[in-house]
């Protein structure tokens, strides 16, 4: 069963996205806005995507209504039957994911491909990837007794937006422990090394931009500009809460000087955030 994890941060003022807030104009308002815009979409992503479940695994525990509001009771999609709520559970991120990960798998044929909340812009069809790749029979892989797989979207500075994992049999639950992924080193490292040790088939997808400072929100807008228009032209699903709520804040991505000496910038051509107000 092709099965989807999202693992994320109910959507709280003032606990979301606080490192945005450091360097930009946008208030504890709204980053909320902004985070709820990339939850809805990352949903509808996975909604269009081949998933037969999507799983949404909540923190903080206490924050079901939070979750289920945005779920169940915006205009996203009927997607009642299709999403199950769960909270989080473990002391640190790495043994909440690894509990995450165990409570959905029931089967050795399950396919889970584990999204974060912080890449609005992700495809369904790169979801699929993951998906298919995962499936590959095993008759196909080099060697024919290895069931397993992973797949792996990087999202730069080491960082992954999606993890995509098939397990040996039932010991899916023993293999893919994250323990020390997230919580020291570099996680793609430390997610490759799990793969080489297992001797697990890889697939590396395109790279995308994981939200979490300014720099990484000046990128998304100025990709986001430019799937606008290149929608027109090809099949592209577009993440229309995050863009809308971009432009209903305002926020436009400027400049610093031009790069000569003595301009504004220093003579450097810095790139900041502007927020119009409409």
Excluded at 26 to 33: E, V
Excluded at 198 to 212: H, N, S, W, Y
Aim: charged share 25%; net charge positive.
């Amino acid at each position: 069963m092709d099965k989807l994890l999202i693992f994320a941060k109910s959507p709280i003022k003032g606990k979301v996205k606080t490192r945005l807030k450091k360097d930009t104009p946008l208030t504890d308002d709204d980053i909320l806005k902004l985070y709820t815009a990339f939850l809805k979409d990352t949903i509808i992503s996975a909604s269009l995507s081949k998933a037969q479940k999507i799983y949404i695994a909540y923190y903080p525990e206490d924050s079901r209504d939070v979750m289920y509001d945005i779920v169940f009771q915006s205009s996203i999609f009927n997607l009642q039957s299709l999403i199950e709520l769960f909270p989080q559970s473990g002391n640190d991120f790495d043994r909440r994911l690894t509990n995450a990960l165990k409570k959905i798998h029931k089967d050795s044929r399950d396919n889970i491909v584990i999204l974060g909340s912080d890449s609005p812009h992700i495809q369904p069809l790169t979801i699929n990837k993951a998906f298919e790749f995962l499936s590959i029979p095993k008759s196909v892989i080099r060697n024919p007794k290895y069931r397993g797989a992973m797949v792996l979207g990087p999202s730069g500075e080491g960082g992954v937006y999606l993890i995509g994992v098939k397990g040996q049999g039932s010991r899916v639950k023993r293999e893919f422990d994250f323990n020390g992924v997230f919580t020291t080193g570099n996680e793609s490292d430390n997610l490759l090394k799990i793969a080489k040790n297992k001797k697990l088939p890889l697939l590396i997808l395109e790279e995308l931009t994981d939200v979490d400072v300014k720099s990484d929100l000046i990128t998304l807008i100025s990709n986001l500009s430019m799937m606008q228009y290149s929608s027109g032209n090809t099949k592209m699903h577009l993440p229309r809460y995050t863009i809308n709520t971009i432009k209903n804040l305002g926020l436009t991505v400027e400049r610093k000087g031009d790069g000569s000496i003595g301009s504004p910038g220093g003579g450097t051509r810095e790139k900041y955030l502007s927020r119009n107000k409409p």
